[in-house]
């Protein structure tokens, strides 16, 4: 079976610190990857996806890269971290068309 | 552009008190419509996909419908485990990388 593995949980930086998230997937091989961050209390917002190694979409400019060195890890990045960056990072995987599942997400504070 | 709209925002049921979920959308083709249950500080866990008007699913005390403009998530004599966030998303046929779109949620609270 399938299974998303995501790290930190929990992660506190100051403002202007480099950061780095990691989302790997086991039992499976191409698949999409999704990062999302949501708000407090609020919905998903799409960050970015990608559907093979190498191939990254954006859909939010903002301070954040992310990047897919293999094909079932998906890393996001930021070079100089800002307050407006903190929130709940989520990473999902699906097949082409189908059902995303998550994992268990990272919760961002920056200070 | 795809949108799609939870109401209400927030929901408190006393145990057994049945009620339903709303989740209003536009889209352009619709590819599918899918429901997550989101516990605190935890990621969506899958709970259905409807694929076409008239579509109806079961699991438990949960029953999901569709209809071409809106779906219903009821929820059946619920239980104080059924307290969490419910999320309702959108597929569009021609959405590239099978990007789902979110609504706000609906937080459920169920007293005992």
């Known amino acids: 079976s399938q299974t998303i593995h995501q790290w930190p949980a929990t992660l506190v930086q100051p403002v202007g610190s480099p950061l780095s998230l990691e989302c790997t997937v086991e039992?499976?091989?191409?698949?999409?990857l999704y990062w999302y961050r949501q708000a407090a209390g609020r919905g998903l917002q799409l960050l970015f996806y990608?559907?093979?190694?190498?191939?990254i979409s954006s859909e939010v400019p903002q301070n954040l890269s992310a990047s897919r060195p293999q094909d079932r890890q998906f890393i996001l990045s930021s070079k100089k971290l800002l307050l407006s960056d903190s929130g709940f990072y989520l990473c999902?995987?699906?097949?082409?068309?189908?059902?995303?599942?998550f994992g268990a997400g990272t919760r961002l504070s920056v200070l | 552009e795809d949108q799609v709209t939870q109401s209400p925002e927030a929901l408190r049921l006393q145990e057994g008190e049945s009620s339903s979920l709303n989740c209003s959308y536009t889209?352009?083709?619709?590819?599918?419509l899918f429901w997550y249950r989101q516990d605190p500080g935890k990621g969506p866990e899958f709970l259905f996909t409807?694929?076409?008007a008239g579509e109806e699913k079961e699991k438990e005390r949960l029953k999901a419908t569709l209809t071409k403009k809106e779906s219903f998530l009821h929820i059946t004599a619920p239980k104080p485990e059924d307290s969490a966030t419910y999320l309702c998303?959108?597929?569009?046929?021609?959405?590239?990388?099978?990007?789902?779109?979110f609504g706000e949620g609906t937080q459920l609270t169920v007293n005992p």
């Open positions: 409807l694929y076409s």
């Open positions: 039992g499976t091989s191409n698949p999409n």
């Open positions: 998303a959108v597929q569009a046929w021609e959405t590239s990388g099978s990007r789902l779109t």
């Open positions: 999902a995987w699906s097949h082409p068309g189908n059902i995303q599942y």
């Open positions: 990608s559907v093979g190694i190498g191939q």
């Open positions: 889209v352009s083709g619709l590819r599918g």
